[in-house]
Structure formats: structure tokens, C-alpha cells
């Protein structure tokens, strides 16, 4: 029973996209699990009817979209293969973080295939010491998804004092955000988990990288979007960004566990018993119980992106509320799916076990995706933190 915002706001051709393509992604499921990185046939559809460049703008070949058809259209995919959903949220986070590179830079990214892979890793940072023309970079990156189809590895880096090439003095500054071409990185076998195994989200190592100053900017609150740049999406925080994004694929997780429940519940009996499944008090409850807090997380993190949405059309900035807003949603949505997950797994007792069971993927693949830090329950602190106007403890809530 998919219940998807009613709204002029979405593409309706982007999500038919997302459907029709469906069905392939979930056939390829098997393979991208088994070999812990998405396989090409999954690939090959995620990047067809223009999916991989909605965050890419109009002018360099792209969608364009706002924020809630994206947060949609990766609903709708998660809903098919959660592996994919997540697979298809980095490269498109990573482009439109493309929007703050110099001119030369974004072309050199996205001019000659708007629909290049991205990955990226946050935290640690790498290393750049500052060079004539650029940053020398070094280090290793975490929890890179999708990065074995990558063209372009993207970090965060602290900048160490250096000297450029005449032997000049160069000053740290700020962290920055760097992009590093893929044949200067060497992706490391670490993707052994529980879940959304499908993603390949590998280690890197980068070692004495060049990367020139046109592939690099500050990562700051402040910043000047490129020429190619200029919509209000690109005024939209990376925050709001990533909330539209990890949120919806756990959202998606959540409502195919929820159907698949339902439909078990019509045919088993469980051991002991006369009646079937939906026959039961209890299974009334659990289910009420999941569809509440999968609707009602799932309210909030679009109310509040559409709110913020028309306030940036508007032409105002992103404020300190919004901010604290944008944490609380994807926080909300995050937990309130994972809780619905968890109670439609118990009820579907030892069918659930089962690795041919659709929903005992979807669990696992659940439990790995809760663990992220943009939404672990850390984060209810900081909504309370930028509540009460104290600095939060998670800076990328600024950003």
C-alpha cells in the first residue's frame, strides 16, 4: 500500500522511471549482494531516463529536480532494492556538491557525462598540504558506496602547512572538499557487513594525489555557487540534501517491509494456531503500530522539506530553525522506519529468517542503514542543542 506525497512538486516522469525500473533492480538484488557491489545490469538501469543527474543542473545536461521529487524518486527505488536506493543517493549528493567548485572544475566533472559516478568518504578526513596550483592529498577514506564505478573519488580534508613549488610558505586554512580522480585511489576489500551489502561500500587509500585548486573548496557555511549554478536548488543546505536523501531509502525499506507482512499475514497460520495471521490482535496491533510510524515519520521529513523548499523559491536563506528542523525530520524518519521495520519482522516470526524471504534482507539491510551518523539518536541532542540556540555538536548540521 505505497502512500506517496500527492504534489505538483514531484516529477511524475521521474518516478515512473523509478518503477518501471523496479522490477530490474530487484532481479539484480542477488547478484549485487553476493557480490558486495552493485552489478552492471543495476548499474545500467539506474542510469537510464535521467535518474543520475537530477542534482545536476539544466545547463550542464541534468534534471535539475527539487528536493522532494529526489527524496521521492529514491523512495521508490529503495522500495524495489535498498542496496540501489543508497547507490544512487551518493553519486547524486556528490554532483550537486559539484554546484561550489570553481567553473573549471564542475565542467571537468560533469561536463562531458552529467551522469558520472560519485563517492565520497566525510570522516576521517584526508590529508592536503598545499602546493603551487593545488593540494597534495593522502590518506584513506571509509564507507565509500558505490566507489568500484566511481570516476571520481570526493573527501573531506584537513589542510596541513606546506610550501608551494617555488618553496613559498602556504598556510592551513579551513577544511576542504577535494576531488580525486579514481585511477589516484585504490580501493581497499573491507565491505564485509550485515547489510546493504549491494552498495560496495570499500575503503580507499590516496597517497600523494595531486589535486588542483579547481577541484577543491572550502567546506563552509559561506559560498558563492558556480555560473552553471544559479537555481534555488543550489541555495537547498547539503544537510537538507542528505536529509531528502539517506532518510527516503529507510523510508522505502520500511514500506515494502510493511507489504510484505500484510501479504504473509493473508496465507500463514502460525504454528499452534487455527486462523491465519491476520486473524490475530496482535498482528492488528503491530501493524497499526508500523504504519503510524512509518506515515507519520515519513509526514514530517516531507512537510519540512517542502516548507523549506518554498521558503528558498521565496528567495530566503536557510535558517538557524530550518537547520534544527532538517536534523529532527531525518532523524524522525530514520528511527520511526527502523522501528516499523523491527516490529514487522517479529510478527512475521520464522518466515522472516529466511535468506529467500524478501523481508529478511530488508531487515538486515535496515539494522546497517540506522547506523549512519546523519541519523543515529545522537541527533535528537542536537535538534535540542540548536533548540535552545547552543552551537551543535554535529557540524555538518551548518552546512
Given amino acids: 500500500m505505497a502512500r506517496l506525497i500527492d504534489t505538483p512538486l514531484v516529477d511524475a516522469s521521474l518516478m515512473e522511471v523509478a518503477r518501471e525500473i523496479g522490477p530490474v533492480l530487484r532481479q ?26 537530477m542534482l545536476t543542473s539544466k545547463s550542464m545536461g541534468g534534471q535539475e529536480v527539487n528536493p522532494i521529487t529526489y527524496a521521492s524518486v529514491v523512495e521508490e527505488i529503495s522500495r524495489s532494492d535498498p542496496s540501489s536506493g543508497w547507490s544512487l543517493v551518493n553519486p547524486l549528493l556528490w554532483a550537486f556538491l559539484c554546484s561550489r567548485l570553481p567553473d573549471q572544475g564542475a565542467d571537468e566533472l560533469l561536463g562531458n557525462d552529467p551522469r558520472a559516478w560519485f563517492t565520497a568518504a566525510i570522516a ?30 570526493a573527501a573531506v580534508c584537513e589542510v596541513k602547512p606546506g610550501q ?15 576531488y580525486v580522480a579514481a585511477q589516484d585511489c585504490r580501493i581497499l576489500d573491507t565491505w564485509h557487513v550485515l547489510g546493504l551489502r549491494g552498495t560496495g561500500s570499500d575503503d580507499f587509500e590516496v597517497e600523494n594525489a595531486f589535486v588542483p585548486h579547481h577541484r577543491a573548496f572550502p567546506l ?14 543550489y541555495q537547498f543546505s547539503l544537510m537538507g540534501m542528505i536529509t531528502a536523501a539517506l532518510p527516503s531509502v529507510m523510508l522505502g525499506i520500511a514500506r515494502t517491509a510493511i507489504d510484505e507482512v500484510a501479504t504473509l499475514a493473508e496465507i500463514k497460520t502460525p ?34 522539506l517542502i516548507r ?22 531525518a532523524t524522525n524518519a530514520a528511527l520511526q522506519s527502523a522501528h516499523a521495520t523491527e516490529l514487522m519482522y517479529r ?12 523481508l529478511e534482507r530488508f531487515f538486515r539491510d535496515m539494522q546497517v542503514a540506522r547506523q549512519h551518523r546523519f541519523y543515529t539518536e545522537a541527533r535528537y541532542e542536537t535538534f535540542g542543542q540548536m533548540y535552545f540556540g547552543l552551537q551543535p555538536d554535529y557540524s555538518l548540521t551548518l552546512l
Fill in 220 to 233: 563552509t557555511t559561506e559560498f558563492v555557487a558556480g555560473s552553471n549554478f544559479q537555481g534555488p536548488l
Fill in 164 to 178: 608551494d613549488r617555488n618553496g613559498k610558505a602556504a598556510d592551513a586554512t579551513k577544511p576542504i572538499w577535494v
Fill in 347 to 358: 510478527l512475521a516470526g520464522t518466515a522472516g529468517i529466511y535468506q529467500h524471504q524478501r
Fill in 28 to 53: 539484480e538484488s542477488n547478484g549485487s549482494e553476493s557480490q558486495r557491489r552493485l552489478t552492471q545490469g543495476a548499474v545500467d538501469a539506474l542510469s537510464s531516463g535521467g535518474l543520475l543527474t
Fill in 271 to 304: 504454528a499452534g494456531n487455527s486462523s491465519s495471521l491476520r486473524s490475530r490482535p496482535s498482528a492488528h496491533s503491530s501493524i497499526a503500530q508500523a504504519e503510524a510510524a512509518y506515515r507519520s515519520g515519513r509526514a514530517l521529513l516531507y512537510e519540512t
Fill in 308 to 329: 523549506i523548499w518554498e521558503s528558498t523559491l521565496a528567495g530566503n536563506q536557510i535558517s538557524w530553525s530550518d537547520r534544527s528542523d532538517i536534523v529532527l525530520a
Fill in 124 to 153: 576521517p578526513p584526508l590529508t592536503a598540504v598545499p602546493v603551487d596550483g593545488g593540494y597534495i592529498v593522502s590518506g584513506r577514506g571509509l564507507f565509500a558506496s558505490n566507489c568500484h564505478h566511481a570516476a571520481w573519488f
